[in-house]
T-cell receptor
């Protein structure tokens, strides 16, 4: 059973650079989510896709952030012109809505450090 | 606005000392309440989903319960390997994304 995978696991970048993260969901999961987590806080929702359609974006998601899910498979999250405040763990989760259930399974995360 | 509050923020237990973690929530309509375990530097690991008041679920030394306003995660005779941060999250019936609490950091000392 292959779980959610994320790459890279760690990324160190300089302020102002662009970064891109990849998420591969559990196969056959039609929903994919991105969350951000800072130290001592719970994950905060950024955006989610159902198949290839981006259905919701949080107010937290500034215009420097963009996410895609081409063909409804893997997803990428790009941050342009990174700022020190972007340093966080970026988590991806996937789910397969079945009836009333929608349990989200998380990947290991990508730790971003902006110097 | 959906809100989740977890208490205590941190809990230190001796091995074998049972206790409970609390998750209080406010939602307009509950689709589900979720418990996750998170080890340092890793993603959250799914534990339980609860859907309606009165529901209970168990897994090894963990038991989750749900009322209309809160959920408890009971830990019976904990072991050091149970040390982790336990996260509670809710899913509103009108929304898909999870709203998380800040978590309870549990330390179990041998």
């Amino acid at each position: 059973d292959t779980g959610v995978s994320q790459n890279p696991r760690h990324k160190i970048t300089k302020r102002g650079q662009n970064v891109t993260f990849r998420c591969d969901p559990i196969s056959e999961h039609n929903r994919l989510y991105w969350y951000r987590q800072t130290l001592g806080q719970g994950p905060e929702f950024l955006t989610y896709f159902q198949n290839e359609a981006q259905l919701e974006k949080s107010r937290l998601l500034s215009d420097r952030f963009s996410a895609e899910r081409p063909k409804g498979s893997f997803s990428t999250l790009e941050i342009q012109r990174t700022e020190q405040g972007d340093s966080a763990m970026y988590l991806c989760a996937s789910s397969r809505r079945a009836g009333g259930t929608d349990t989200q399974y998380f990947g290991p995360g990508t730790r971003l450090t902006v110097l | 606005e959906d809100q989740v509050t977890q208490s205590p923020e941190a809990l230190r237990l001796q091995e074998g000392e049972s206790s409970s973690l609390n998750c209080s929530y406010t939602v307009s309509g509950l689709r589900g309440l979720f418990w996750y375990r998170q080890d340092p530097g890793k993603g959250p690991e799914f534990l339980f989903t609860l859907y309606s008041a009165g529901e209970e679920k168990e897994k090894e030394r963990l038991k989750a319960t749900l009322t209309k306003k809160e959920s408890f995660l009971h830990i019976t005779a904990p072991k050091p390997e149970d040390s982790a941060t336990y996260l509670c999250a809710v899913q509103d019936s009108g929304n898909t994304p999870l709203v998380f609490g800040k978590g309870t950091r549990l330390s179990v000392i041998a």
